[in-house]
């Protein structure tokens, strides 16, 4: 079976939806603004600022945060 995640407001949704959700909000100069993290910076793509988000879980936990803070629908 399985558990849903009720208390879990990512659940089901992709690093790819929120990255492309926060840029399409944001663009990439409002994002590095938000988040200071080089791949947002210095010649953005979606496919580098993925692998960097995937590999390095502190980037990751700040950009899951700016989604929930910026799409949260309570």
Same mark, same amino acid.
């Given at each position: 079976m399985i558990e $849903?995640? +009720?208390n879990n407001p990512l659940h089901g949704i992709?690093?790819?939806l929120i990255l492309d $959700?926060? +840029?399409y909000e944001y663009g990439w100069d409002g994002?590095?603004?938000k988040i200071n993290i080089n791949c947002f910076?210095?010649?953005p793509t979606m496919?580098?600022?993925l692998t960097f988000l995937r590999k390095t879980p502190w980037a990751r936990e700040k950009v899951e945060k700016?989604?929930?803070n910026t799409f949260s629908y309570k």
């Amino acid at each position: 079976m399985i558990e $849903k995640q +009720v208390n879990n407001p990512l659940h089901g949704i992709t690093l790819q939806l929120i990255l492309d $959700k926060l +840029v399409y909000e944001y663009g990439w100069d409002g994002l590095a603004k938000k988040i200071n993290i080089n791949c947002f910076k210095s010649n953005p793509t979606m496919k580098s600022s993925l692998t960097f988000l995937r590999k390095t879980p502190w980037a990751r936990e700040k950009v899951e945060k700016l989604y929930i803070n910026t799409f949260s629908y309570k």
